[in-house]
């Protein structure tokens, strides 16, 4: 096991409760860290949870990229991942610093990366058998 099979989304999770340890977790989807003006006069804050989301998108991008290695080590992140959902599901379930919406976005990007591994993982499987037989 190398560090490369630690699902991604394992450093937004530490990120996250760290930010509910010193108590700014809350304010993640309220306070916006910059506004984005646009054309038609309309001004879209841009907050810190939607930051995370955005940064949870792209690592689920490269988590599904991973995924199309089907080799043991991969089985290996699969389960890793699901671990780590259900690390997600029971924290937002059981704690109070985890009820909010930034939480629960990551908490659905964790089980699409899960999803999505398996998926593909069993698909690049089945592209390489020989059916020839």
Known sequence: MNLRD????????IIYNLLALIGVAGSLDTSPLFTISMMSGAKVPFTGGALM???????LYIEILKSTRATQEQMLEQTFSMGLFV???????LVQA?????????????????????TV???????????SR
């Open 6 to 13: 630690v699902p991604m989304m394992a450093v937004l999770f």
């Open 53 to 59: 989301v955005t940064i949870g998108l792209i690592l």
């Open 87 to 93: 690390v997600f599901l029971v924290e937002f379930l």
């Open 98 to 118: 985890a009820g909010t919406t930034t939480f629960l976005m990551l908490m659905i990007i964790q089980l699409l990366d899960v999803m999505a591994g398996f």
């Open 121 to 131: 993982t069993v698909a690049s499987k089945r592209a390489g058998l020989d059916l």
